[in-house]
């Protein structure tokens, strides 16, 4: 009977620890969850500001070739290649002249 309840006792042990060490790895498993979830939501905030320091890029080139700034300039100060300026400025209707 003694052995009995040691072996049960042994037995809740062990269910006891491996059950801890479940409910370790499910909270670990959500907090990495969270955090990429974070992770997502920032990328998608910082692809905003991205997409809006381009668009703002896009009327400076605009504004200035219409202030009379060579093209070559535009090219220099931004870093954008020839085609990439005159890709710009044409779609805002603006050919070389």
Not at 44 to 55: F, G, I, L
């Given at each position: ?5 040691l072996?049960?006792?042994?037995a809740?042990?062990?269910?006891w620890?491996?059950?801890?060490r479940?409910?370790d790895?499910v909270?670990a498993f ?5 955090t990429a ?8 905030q910082?692809?905003?500001k991205v997409?809006?320091?381009r668009?703002?890029l ?7 070739a219409?202030?009379?700034?060579r093209q070559?300039d ?5 870093g954008y290649t ?11 209707g603006?050919?070389p002249g």
């Amino acid at each position: 009977m003694m052995i009995a309840v040691l072996v049960h006792n042994l037995a809740g042990e062990i269910i006891w620890r491996v059950a801890n060490r479940l409910a370790d790895a499910v909270r670990a498993f959500h907090m990495a969850q969270a955090t990429a979830a974070a992770s997502a939501q920032r990328a998608a905030q910082d692809r905003e500001k991205v997409t809006e320091a381009r668009d703002r890029l896009a009327d400076a080139i605009v504004e200035a070739a219409r202030d009379g700034m060579r093209q070559i300039d535009i090219v220099r100060v931004t870093g954008y290649t020839r085609e990439r300026v005159r890709q710009i400025l044409r779609a805002h209707g603006i050919t070389p002249g």
